[in-house]
């Protein structure tokens, strides 16, 4: 099959988030913006996957359960990264943001369909998508309570890929939710490398090496924040 496999897009995703938290370290200057400009990637790849594996997961439960434990065991590392501080309230790392923008779709799925068995009569199926919709709106607000990464447009960003299952209108979705993100400010132009992947993704996994994914975000974070530490 042509395209490129989950795993191969997911490595990329990988690969430009690194580039982009080294871009932060350098802490100004055309390099460090070039690094960051190409992290842009990473992001609409990660929510892009969540939404997939809400879909395609046997265990809903199970699945949120592991984004919510890799959020608690990421949150050190990235807030000494980020802040310099062992806890730092005000601002939650990305596996929040992911974790949120997956109960949103739950909330979506689970409204929609019962929406759609209450109520009769042929209009009762886009019934249940704009309730279903509106509730995983809602719950996308809490991101920016709990004030985390990319707030309520990260997590918006994910219910749009589960709520479209055509890939032609999940990407366009997903890159109308970056360009309220971004605007015509210059980040935009990184997210376009993203929806090209995702473009050509081919629906097949690929290697199975999910744990890799999860542990390589706050290793990385740790990784970087030791090594930084000691460049004056």
């Not at 932060?24 to 200057?29: E, H, P, T």
């Not at 265990?59 to 919510?68: A, E, I, V």
């Not at 209108?169 to 970056?178: D, G």
């Not at 706050?218 to 460049?231: D, E, K, R």
């Amino acid at each position: 099959m042509k395209g490129v496999t989950g795993f191969q897009v997911k490595c990329a995703a990988l690969f430009f988030m690194v580039f982009d938290h080294v871009g932060r370290a350098m802490q100004g200057g055309a390099l460090s913006f070039a690094f960051r400009l190409a992290g842009r990637v990473s992001f609409p790849i990660f929510a892009f996957f969540i939404a997939e594996g809400m879909k395609k997961t046997s265990d809903r439960r199970k699945y949120l359960t592991r984004l919510g434990l890799f959020a608690f065991l990421s949150e050190m590392p990235y807030d000494l990264f980020m802040h310099g501080q062992f806890f730092y309230w005000e601002d939650q790392n990305i596996f929040f943001t992911l974790l949120i923008g997956a109960c949103a779709c739950w909330a979506y799925m689970a409204v929609s369909n019962g929406v759609s068995v209450l109520s009769f009569g042929e209009d009762s199926v886009m019934l249940g998508r704009f309730v279903g919709f509106m509730s995983g709106f809602f719950v996308c607000l809490a991101a920016e309570l709990f004030m985390a990464d990319y707030g309520f447009i990260g997590c918006l960003a994910v219910l749009v890929c589960f709520v479209f299952n055509d890939r032609l209108f999940q990407v366009i979705a997903l890159s109308t939710v970056m360009f309220l993100l971004y605007g015509t400010d210059a980040w935009f132009l990184g997210v376009l490398p993203a929806l090209g992947l995702l473009y050509i993704y081919n629906g097949e996994r690929g290697r199975a090496m999910k744990w890799l994914f999860y542990f390589a975000y706050p290793l990385h974070l740790f990784v970087l924040y030791a090594v930084f530490s000691f460049i004056p």
